[in-house]
């Protein structure tokens, strides 16, 4: 984990992290097959240091299938077929800004342009979907995303589905902020991203990518370059 998260998160998360990474190393030991591989379990936040951060986007957990996961919510390595969140929020990227649906569903290039890919759980046990949620990760990630609410720049939260948007809304709440900003729509999973009943709009449509860098440039921000 990039230092400077623990700086901004401090020394009690930086203690429940460890011990976090020494529990799921137990269990790597005990035959247990975990995702993503340790030394990517801290990717996200290593990849976007909180200076760099200009979106959040939150997921939930790892994916749980071999050669998948990888650290970065929603991402996987290039040349792992595309996950149906992903191969949706790919279609609204094309549709939204016009570029080309890539290839590849390694989202890095975008932790490069400040968003960070955070997902509130950081690890699963391999085919079981959630199976690592009473761990205790949500308590370093909620750090974490309290900690994007409080930064000096402006930072806008990308919330896909229910519970991405209730902790970016108490975080935003605690900082009271008004360079804080949250764009909500339903998860861009098949089975809600066409949700037309849902409280707030349906993925599909909802434009998240041009409306970010909207907001960015209306703060002075260098906006998003979205193409993989």
Known sequence: ????????????????????????????????????????????????????????????????????????????????????????????????????APLSGDLTPWTEQGVLLLNTVLTVEAHKANSHKKLGWQSVTRAVIGACAELPQPVVFICWGRPALTLAETAVKQADREDNFILASTHPSPLSANNRRSEFPAFIGSRPFSKTNAILEQNNTQPIDWRL
């Open 1 to 100: 984990m990039d230092s400077l998260w623990f700086e901004k998160t401090g020394g009690e998360v930086r203690a429940e992290c460890e011990r976090l990474l020494r529990l799921t190393d137990d269990m790597r030991a005990q035959g247990d097959v975990i995702y993503p591989p340790a030394e990517k379990v801290l990717a996200a936040l290593n990849a976007t240091p909180p200076q760099k951060v200009k979106a959040v986007i939150i997921g939930q957990d790892p994916y749980h299938d071999e050669g998948q996961a990888m650290g970065l919510a929603f991402s996987v390595p290039s040349g792992v077929k595309l996950p149906p969140s992903l191969r949706n929020i790919f279609k609204e990227l094309e549709s939204d800004l016009g570029c080309p």
